[in-house]
């Protein structure tokens, strides 16, 4: 049949074809489209590789591409540990089940791990590296962002950090660099890779080393994407100088370093994210979005074709062989980047001040929390105490089943989970000397 019409149209013309006046108006049209949308929609990575029995930290893999990513991996027979606000949220526990079902893979993990708490941030790390042997680790994939849409007041994390630059930059810095240990002592044949998301908004940035938390200038609630494409220029800056920093390390076995850090532009995508974005947080805004979303269709990626570049970079053999910190883009490596990318010494100045700013406000943090703790003690009337002191009284808050576990433990001389090196500054707030040398080992 199709070669019939063909040979008519070759001796008769186009205009034997069913409906010609129709195509010849329209065709070029739909081709048109189809081709913006063929070009939109980005390269796909076209390298495999074996992922049974590797093991990845992931975060921000409930939604968007994160979500897709962990599919592919888990798809692949990765084990995967996805790091989530709470565990405690039961669409998180259907979500785990329905992505178990969905991969044949049982290997998929939640663990809690609040990027807009520091805090949080090192109890995941410290129950990490606690364990013994250490965990096997093939690799960390960052996808977890904010965006905070235009129009909006300033929003902070626990510890007072603007959320942007909280959770896109200072929570994955914290990640990465309390999870150190676990990466340098990961055997020397592993091909350990660490994945950053970046974006092109990193264009817009605005470093400035001795304001990282961006407190001396005010904060552009018309224009929010100054912050986030400054937590992804620093994220950038971040990954240049702990790469330096792990190549510098010499391991024990004397192997050379088995790490590479690399950011991903996975490109516009329609994501949760985008979508908060472009609605700008409103209704109506959300009803805009919803009447352009052929637009959207055609303009911006899904999240299979985000994720291209990401399972380029953790499958291509040619990363191990690399030094990291390169930017990757339509499954290449882009070599135009900001100039920032290129100077070593400020790198150096951001990431050492960095450490100090979330020193001195993981310090700041366990005071309050002390205090807070010392508070609602001093408020227990004497029949809650007495409840709560009482370890053959059923507890009635998961605290107060912490506090009684401590206490059973405390009692057979096991060491209590408060006693865990969580924050140096925790220890030292009571014992300064002492705890701080004990402590100050593991951390
Ligand atoms: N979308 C784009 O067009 C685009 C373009 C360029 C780069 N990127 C980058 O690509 C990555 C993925 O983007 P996306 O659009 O797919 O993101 P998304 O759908 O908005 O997902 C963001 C993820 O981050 C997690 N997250 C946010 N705050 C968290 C917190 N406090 N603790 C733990 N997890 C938290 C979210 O968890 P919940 O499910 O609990 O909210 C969610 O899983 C981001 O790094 C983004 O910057 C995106």
Redesign the pocket.
Same mark, same amino acid.
């Given at each position: 049949m199709p070669i019939d019409i063909i040979s008519r149209v070759l001796y008769d013309g186009p205009e034997v074809i069913p409906g010609w006046e129709y195509v010849k108006v329209y065709g070029p049209v739909v081709a048109g489209l189809g081709a913006l949308k063929y070009y939109c929609g980005g390269t796909t990575n076209t390298w495999e590789r074996d992922m049974h029995g590797k093991v990845f930290i992931v975060?921000?893999? !409930?939604?968007?591409?994160?979500?897709r990513l962990v599919y592919e991996l888990a798809t692949k027979g990765a084990q995967i540990i996805m790091? %989530? =606000?709470s565990t405690e $949220?039961a669409w %998180?526990v259907d979500y785990i089940e329905e992505m178990r079902e969905s991969t044949n893979n049982g290997m998929i993990y939640a663990e809690e +791990? $609040?990027? #807009?708490?520091l805090h949080s941030i090192r109890l995941f790390a410290t129950k990490w590296l606690d364990n013994q042997p250490p965990r096997r680790l093939d690799g960390v994939l960052? +996808? #977890?962002?904010?965006?905070i849409p235009i129009g909006k007041a300033k929003q902070v994390?626990k510890e007072g950090i603007e959320r942007q630059l909280g959770?896109?930059y200072f #929570?994955h810095f914290h990640l990465l660099t309390l999870l150190g240990p676990s990466l340098r002592v990961q055997p020397p044949d592993r091909d350990v890779r660490v994945l950053? #998301? !970046? +974006?092109?908004?990193l264009a817009l940035a605005e470093i400035d080393a001795t304001d990282l938390l961006w407190e001396n200038r005010r904060y552009p609630s018309k224009q929010p994407w100054k912050l986030?494409g400054t937590s992804?220029l620093l994220l950038g800056l971040f990954a240049r100088e702990y790469q330096r920093q792990l190549m510098e390390y010499e391991r024990k076995d004397k192997a050379v370093c088995n790490v590479r850090i690399n950011l991903?532009?996975? @490109?516009?995508? =329609? !994501?949760?994210?985008?979508r =908060?974005f472009l609605s700008m947080g409103s209704v109506w805004g959300l009803i805009l979005y919803v009447l352009m979303w052929p637009f959207w269709f055609l303009v911006?990626?899904s @999240?299979v074709q @985000?994720v291209q570049s990401f399972i380029f970079a953790l499958s291509a053999p040619i990363f191990i062989k690399l030094t990291g910190g390169n930017v990757i883009q339509e499954c290449k490596i882009v070599t135009k980047v900001r100039k920032e990318m290129d100077d070593e010494e400020l790198q150096k100045a951001v990431f050492q001040n960095t450490e100090t700013i979330i020193a001195t406000l993981e310090k700041q943090a366990a005071i309050q929390r002390k205090r807070n703790e010392k508070a609602s003690e001093a408020k227990m009337s004497t029949k809650e105490k007495e409840r709560r002191e009482d370890v053959l009284v059923k507890p009635e808050t998961p605290e107060e089943l912490e506090y009684k576990l401590n206490k059973l433990r405390s009692q057979i001389g096991i060491s209590t989970s408060s006693g865990m090196p969580l924050f140096p500054g925790d220890s030292v707030l009571s014992q300064p000397a002492k705890s701080k040398k004990k402590t100050g080992k593991k951390n």
């Open positions: 975060t921000g893999g !409930t939604s968007g591409m994160g979500a790091l %989530v =606000r $949220d %998180v +791990c $609040d990027l #807009a708490s960052c +996808c #977890a962002a904010e965006s994390t959770i896109n #929570a950053l #998301a !970046t +974006c092109a908004s986030y992804k991903i532009n996975p @490109g516009l995508m =329609r !994501t949760p994210s985008t =908060r911006l990626k @999240g @985000g």
